[in-house]
């Protein structure tokens, strides 16, 4: 008697709507209806069956069957039975064969009725197939269990429950809510980013369908009885999931082929940078404000706390109340302790203050500074556009990021499943051979599309690395299969240990030899595939898809080999050889196929030979270092005592040169030694014979392509006269307490004393005439309150004095500080007008004027008051108070007349100054202008964009500075490394100033190339610089330099910059100027900036 359980589980129940009527599955016989797993939209099978696999691009789901054959094995008798059919439009069509042997190839006819019953019983073996089976492929499962476990689906048709079905089965309720092309409720895409329902398939195969279309051919007996058989297509997967992918790049393709588009946003983002502090800005901006320690004193996150705050003080900008900006503040205290932040604080500030300047330029009416009026970025920008521009991008680029990880993480997981899925393709037929390597490239193709990608498969093919060598392998036996790989992996093992315990390399030949003969016995397909140029093709391909995995992990250590080569340290090659993956190893093995090329590995007494080159290229290169630090320190001690023209060198220039005629012979043959394809008695690693001068070419081509004021506060009872004067004065004090703060914190001999008198004059005038100011109105008040005539006399005579002392002293520093501008404005001036420059030219010869008429009018007044200071003090002392009063009108009307045209004359300036700050735009500043972003956007293409760009941030600099040892002139090049000099195409001509008097300049390129010590690092931006020396400093020499550069390695033509300066005593930046004051220029003294010239001093 059953339970009730056991009755629902086979079937035994009775529709509780209607108990009377017909019971399902209940018969002895079921009819399958095959449907797939396969990729879907939105409506996973998870909670319907058990999946074979879970993907993260799109679920896993139930979906209709793709045109192709479907094979059932089923035991009858003791006897293995296969069912062929034939697939179309999703339904059985055909059933081609049913017996137990297979005899011929290809089967087109219909033999019976196209219908999947079976006993319900039964424990059926299927398989579903993009092409149809050779007898070969049917003969192997069904005389082998072991084929049939491992390359067919068991499916246990007794092992099923009545309402939830079972493995690989479903109920037809199930099916009705699961079977994607009947039950998925497809939307709409929500932007113009997503895509179109199942636009991702590489076959367009969904069809909404009625499911009782699907239902209908289920037989009118079996309509209880039936069940859907869910069949394994992991090669239809995997093709979905590389459309899929090939898609997404496709959508990225075509955003970044829209140049317009792509240039807004490649702008975007860098103007985006230059919006936002970082501890590198906050470094560059200390620096620029002259203190360059503070970077090396303040660790990581106590510059974070410093760009915290900035950056919510920027936040902020526009709002007064601000809190937040106090509380990051205080955070700020807090990181960097009380020490540092009372040493930093104004300089932070400063900052933080030209942080500002930059982003939102200088007002107007800040006149106390020299930028006043200057624009900045944002001033300059439609920020507000370009952010809402940037966001929506973002956006598609995130979604199309996250869609390619999360198809790459699927393919990468799954791409193994495919040579277990291709085993029916036979590849001792062409045809076949041919189908199988475009599926296996169609599913593969472009998965190592990243490092991280690259990373992750080459562990995958480690576990089975002749997947990435051996095209079909797969396809063999289960039996010839695990005999075959375990014959590759022992050979893999026996190389990897010759290399790990630096065994003779030449016992890998004969671990190739004997690989290969195993190969060309078991493995036929690959005389096929070298002779066929179809199958040779996608060989090639797949090949190439796996070069990537294939290649990762050597890269650091090649790197390692050339370091060592370049610093000519002897050479291991188990040291490569120890990194090569199972599926290099197979490449390098592989190679002994070829019966026209060999492969060998160097012996030990190449070895020996190539070890014995190395040392001898140590040796000369030692002496040659030794010969040049010999000719810098001749050049040095020469120096040093002040002389000119060249030390004498010839000895050791001509010992130099002949060390460098062996070395170069010598590099030849350590060359030809490393290269595969180099000739010699001497090796290293592995060489190559037999290939024919096109094939070398070829391959020499193919490796080039790969390496590829604080506020015054004035009192009420003052007049709004005083109340400027107080402002001015006020101001000067602000600008000379800044100017004094940087210049003392700098160097002794980086001190600038023409703008320290020039900041304290202008200070001082302005105080003494401040006072002057208030002690006159005082006076002046006393006296028109006073009614005495001795009282009158006493004030009158008080405000006299005042005035001619207070304004002497007033206008004798407003003279000194008025006469510097005119001095400093007229150098300026004569430089802009040698430039060109019209707006420059305009805004100093302004300068010139107002400060020519502000030093007359000082003077004037200097020399009125001091005529009468002098007439009084020659008078009798008794009538002094007399001649004060009378003359105290006198005085205040030359100090008002100086007053009144000061004014003018500063507002003229002060207008002036302002609107050629905004109106005369660095070109840094022009370039965001000119951008698809700025008020003026030129719309010139992304390729000259950043080219001028580049010309601006990559532009080379000279400066003198004050190193631990002593002053040195500094090149930096912010555009490359000590790494990239060699290729970077410098050249550079520098010439000395000998004589000032006579203008006399030689050059002195050459002389500088043995002289140069590089002082960055090998990541850091290149500096390299040339000792300066007291006497040098002290006897007026000079140095003029001009470069020749390529602002990008894209770059058509080189840029041309060169600086000049008489002063060598002088610290800080060279001005760049437009032509070379010298009158001996000469093309020969042009030479190109290598490494060979460079003493690479901490590098």
Known sequence: MSNPNDDAKTGQTKDAQDPAGTCSLKKSKIQLVPVRYGLVETLSAKEHTKLPFETHSKPLGIRLLRDGWLYILVDTDSQWILHEYRVEAGKITKLLWQDAEVNSDERTNSIGDANLVFERCDVIYCSYSELQWTAKKCSQVIGSDKDRLRFTQKVNLSSFDATNGGKDLLTSKQASEVIAECSEQLGTPNNDVEYKPYEWEHKSLFK????????SSVLAEYQEDHLYLVLNDDIGVLRDLASYQGLVAKSLEDWQSDEQQYQKYVEGCYIETQLQISPEKVDALAAMLGNEKFSNELNSSQKESVVAWI?????????????????????MEQALGLEKMEKYKDLIHDIQEQFANDLYGVPVWKIWNGSNGKQGIKGVINQAEMESFLKQEREKLAYWDERLNAISQDRIELFPRFYSAAWYFDSTTDSQLEELLAAEYSCIQDICWNDTASQLVAEKLEEMPWVATYRALFTKSAVEYDKLTEAIGKKINEAKLIAKYQKDLAEINAIGVSLNNIINEQLGSHESIQTNGTLSSYSQLIDSTFIPANTIGLTNTIDTFFQKISYVQE????????????AAWLGVLKAYRNSDITLGFASEEELHKFNSLTKQATKIRNENTSLKNTMRQVWAEHRKKGRTGQPDLYELKESHKANQLELSKLETKIHSSISPLGDGPEKAGFYIKGLTEAQKLDVKVLASDYRSIKSVNVLNSLKVWDGLGAMIAGFAVYNAISIYNRQLSASTQNINYTLLFKETTTALSAIFGFVQGVREGYDKAALNNVSHSKSKLLYGATLGRWSATLGSIAYFFGLSASATKTYQSGLLLSEAIKKGDIASSLKYGTDVMAETTMTLVNGAGFVRATKVGWAVMNTDKAARAAIWAMNSDRLLSIGLRVNMIGLIVSAVQLGVTAGYNYFSLSDYMQWFKDSSWGDTPKNNSLGISNEKLAKISSKPTMSIKQLPLGNALLLTMPGITINELDDAGIEIAVYWLEDQQRNNWRPWTEAAGQQWVCLSSLNEALEIGIPIFSREANAHHGIGIELRYLPTPDSTSKSV????????????????????KAKNIIQDNLLPLTTDQLKLQGV
């Open 311 to 331: 950056q919510e003080y920027d936040d902020k900008y526009h709002d007064f109340s601000r809190p937040s900006v106090g509380k990051k503040y205080r955070l």
């Open 1057 to 1076: 910059v060169r600086y000049q300066t008489t002063s060598l005593n002088r610290l800080g930046l060279l001005n760049e100027v437009s032509m070379l």
């Open 571 to 582: 050479f291991n090659p188990h040291e490569v050889l120890r990194s090569y993956t199972g």
């Open 208 to 215: 909404e369908t009625d499911f009782t279309a699907i239902n």
